[in-house]
């Protein structure tokens, strides 16, 4: 019985022993546990200015009290200062959390900053500013709390101070000088004194490196000082030896702002060397002595009543070019009007005169209609037309020289008699042939005998432009008038992307806050609204306002010259170079969309949208060369699709040269033999005017005159004038395309801009002196133009190379070239630029307008080409 009863409790009392063992074992693990964490927790009271030498373990804990009494008129900061001094601490760092009422700041020491590669940096000295929580009472007294710890066994000794920042609340105009590092940085407090709503701070220091961070954050905890999250706030920039950012009252609601300057772990965000691969991932890097010794000051910026000043006297320049032009329309208009009068009632002549020089043989009379007609001509052209056109008909034959000199109105008549006779014939000789043509010119062009023709007529070896001014005048018309069509075209499906991106660019700056985005004068850049730089965007009107007032001076040329067609003067007919408007159309768009891209570029300049400044130029340099080419050379100048396709393609090369060409030396190859290429084709098209072909016999041909002009018999060239001309612009373009083979220089744009503008100056200089070796002279209003372009390009030159920023270079290096307003406290040197350049090629333009009205009353086939 008593064997049953075991066998019946034995499982019972099996799993009872069992779990009265397991429950001993959880015992005495949890007594071990206990044991193991308890730790001594030691709080002090301490004092500021007081250094701290301690020791801590793991087993051990310290605590330091601290109390400040604070003040709402007088805002002084704290500053944590660390120093670990014992050997192998990177492997068990230090703890210290700083407690606060509102705050609470924590970082291990030895610090480490990481670089790029994932580069680690330690410091064993560490030392940060505490955030200051506001306070709403007059006087408050404030605790906060410093906890030391570690995770180490092993002691490790420590220093620590907390010091009272005398200079933390920084004041208006006044310098103040401070060192900085990577594991050190430093912040100040600035509050906006009433009446002022915009102030700039600048950082300065006498060191480029090492690289360095300025912050503007607003006043709230925590303050991102560390070179791994001050970017997480606020605007920032990168900076050598200065940085400057304009901040307005506005964006902060507290009416104040923290200057936070950060010292950065490496040098290569601004341009410096760039430090060694790690050759394992976890190995420590001696930083070495990375402190900075910088200054700051904060200065009031300009007030609204600067900016209106800057706008009216931006306004007022430009607008009195239309003042002047006004003026000098109503002068000569006054001119002409007395010259009218002095025809209509000469001093000199008496009735019986008259009748008598209308009696004489070989004189048609002239009917009052006819004279009044002649009347209606004349007010058309200027008095040195009308004189001009005097002295040409009396070469005729009719009278004498003295004659002329001592009774106009005698010549007067005579020249309305001539003219009409002219008119006549040449009416009737020009309506026969206009009836028999085409008024398409692929028509005219394609004919058999047409082409015959034009081989005889362009290989002559002295051409007048009546020989390259043959085609129809309305299918010309047509023609030119294309360039303006295509090129407005162009510029509004080019303008409204362009718009749309530097939009985008501003909004990235304004929510991201990182300037490094936009290569601004930072020294001189105010803002409007959203607007970071409004000066360098305003500078721009002069573009556009100049841009106009060429396209109303060239409208007004147009409809005098068309209503002197429609009344068939024979001027306007078969004298003077043929006039075309539609390439001066071209050339004040194009004029006025620089302006506007120009503009859209400076409201956020960098190497990315570069383009926008500079593709207009491009245009206007083709298109004036263009113009100069086309003035003796109508019938074979380019057609506007093909000029602007090659212009197109200059503009794909840019873009290219800009994001591949840096350093690229296959990029620089290409491009200059494709340089050297374009140039012999079109020295080639330009010396035949268009009178080759580009087919599989063209080196058999090369080789042929080359045997028999310079083997067989030496022979020079039949077109001398033209040989010079190519001979000098190869010699320019091959050095130029040397020069970027041999330097590679980084700012191709740039480059691309140099080539087309010595070729424009090249082909003008070229253009004059043959005009004046013809025997033609420049008139008094076209030389004031070329005179006065020439100083204002000089000036506008000297400003352009200021360089007052780059973006060849990093943002903190193109900082180093910023510099300070110099006029009215609101433009800068570039604006300068802006101001003159845009005068300039408006000066140009006019020179390119009035540079040949001496020819107004020559017949065409006593103009040379060249």
Known sequence: MVLRSCCKFGPVLVWFRLGYVVLLWLCVTHLRCARAETKTVVQKDAEFDVTYNDTVTSDNQTIYAFNHTVSRNKTEGVRVTVDVLSEGAESSPILFVVRQKQAVLSFQVPLILRGLYQRKYPYAHVGRTLCQPPTRSLTETQYFFVDVSTLSSLGTHYQLRISRVDSFTLHTDKKFSFTASPSQPQYFKYVFPDGVDTVIVKVNSEMTFPCSVMSIQDIQCPVYDLDNNVAFIGMYQTMTKTAAITVQRKDFP????????????????????????????DELIDAGNRSKTLDVVVSPAISSDVYVMGMLFCLGIFLSFYLLTFLVACVENKRMHRRREGLLNPADMSPAETASLLGKPGVTPVSPYEYGSFVDNASTLSSEAITDSIASDANYGYMGQETLKRRPFLTAIHHVAIRIERSLESVAGRSRQESLSSIEEDDYDTLADIDSDKNIVRTKKYLCVSDLARKDKRVLSKKYQIYFWNIATIGVFYALPVIQLVITYQTVVNVTGNQDICYYNFLCAHPLGNLSAFNNI?????????????????????????????????????????????????????????GLLSACYHVCPNYTNFQFDTSFMYMIAGLCVLKLYQKRHPDINASAYTAYACLAAVIFFSVLGVVFGKGNMVFWIVFSVLHILATMLLSTQ???????????????????????????????????????????????NWSLAAYGLLKTPNDFASYLLAIAICNLLLYFAFYIIMKLRSGERIQCMAMVCILFTAVVWGFALFFFFQGLSTWQKTPAESREHNRDCIVLSFFDDHDIWHFLSSIAMFGSFLVLLTMDDDLNNVQRDKIFVF
């Open 254 to 281: 507290s009416n104040s702002f923290y200057v936070v300057v950060v010292v950065k772990t490496e040098d290569e965000a601004c341009g410096g060397p760039l430090r060694f691969y790690p050759l394992r991932p």
């Open 538 to 594: 305003l500078s721009n009107l002069g573009y556009v306002m100049l841009g106009l007032l060429f396209l109303l001076i060239v409208l007004q040329r147009d409809v005098i010259h068309s209503r002197a067609l429609d009344r068939n003067d024979l001027n306007a007919l078969e004298c003077g170079i043929p006039k075309h408007f539609g390439l001066f159309y071209a050339m004040g768009t194009a004029l006025m969309m620089e």
């Open 686 to 732: 330009l010396y035949y005017m268009g009178r080759w072909r580009l087919d599989s016999g063209i080196l058999r041909r090369i080789v042929y005159v080359i045997y028999t002009d310079c083997i067989r018999q030496c022979s020079g060239p039949m077109y001398i004038d033209r040989m010079v001309l190519l001979v000098m612009g190869n010699i320019v």
